[in-house]
């Protein structure tokens, strides 16, 4: 079964600057997809970026971007200019391709506080 | 496009009493919904797997006589609590599958 591991519960940022927030996952399978997550507080989930694992090259939505290592298994998110806008718990999420009916196997969460 | 809704976002009930959430896609068709438990300040934990026209797929420990799922139409799932109990409370999401998941805003469950 496919894991995924958020090492970080709490991350703090200054309005502007970047941060970087890390995300490792286990699995056997070679292809996949990897998503980030925001729930704010509202707790409306909003897909803030999808990385396919064949793919090599980094997604990247505007100000949001990964550094996707699959032989390393990780895969972070860099929030450039960071906006008050962008708190909110962040989760890292795995879905097979090939099996689990499409499910979703979400990390831990990381708290995410923009201070101004 | 792909809006997800959940009815409703708030609920009291007594304990020992029935409630039911619905969840629906409003400008798709969905052939597979999820319904998640969120607990505070914890991650999503997937409850059931829900497919049109047959019986929801449960996880691991998840009662299925408790948490009924009911998947009637390509735009509707239902999920319901019975015999709620004050451990129930909770926040309830749902997700429906199109290209991608996407989730309702959640229904907060408080059972007194």
């Known amino acids: 079964a496919q894991t995924v591991t958020q090492s970080q519960p709490e991350m703090s940022v200054q309005e502007a600057e970047t941060v970087t927030l890390s995300c490792t996952y286990d699995?056997?399978?070679?292809?996949?997809?990897l998503f980030w997550y925001k729930q704010p507080p509202s707790r409306q989930m909003i897909l803030v970026i999808r990385?396919?694992?064949?793919?090599?090259q980094n997604a990247t939505e505007n100000r949001f971007s990964v550094n996707f290592q699959k032989a390393a298994k990780s895969f972070s998110l860099k929030i450039s200019d960071s906006q008050l806008g962008d708190a909110a718990m962040y989760f890292c999420a795995y879905r097979s391709i090939i099996t689990s009916g499409s499910r979703l196997t979400f990390g831990e969460g990381t708290q995410l506080t923009v201070n101004p | 496009g792909a809006v997800v809704s959940q009815h409703p976002s708030w609920v009291i009930c007594k304990s020992g009493t029935s409630v039911k959430i619905e969840c629906r896609s409003l400008d798709f068709q969905a052939t597979t919904m999820f319904w998640y438990r969120q607990f505070p300040k914890q991650s999503l934990m997937l409850m059931a797997t829900s497919n049109e026209g047959s019986k929801a797929t449960y996880e691991q420990g998840v009662e299925k006589d408790k948490f009924l799922i009911n998947h009637a139409s390509l735009t509707l799932s239902t999920l319901t609590v019975t015999s709620a109990h004050p451990e129930d409370s909770s926040f309830y999401i749902c997700?429906?599958?199109?290209?991608?998941?996407?989730f309702g805003p959640g229904t907060r469950l408080t059972v007194t």
């Open positions: 699995t056997s399978e070679s292809d996949y997809y």
């Open positions: 990385q396919e694992a064949y793919k090599q």
């Open positions: 997700s429906a599958r199109a290209h991608e998941q996407y």
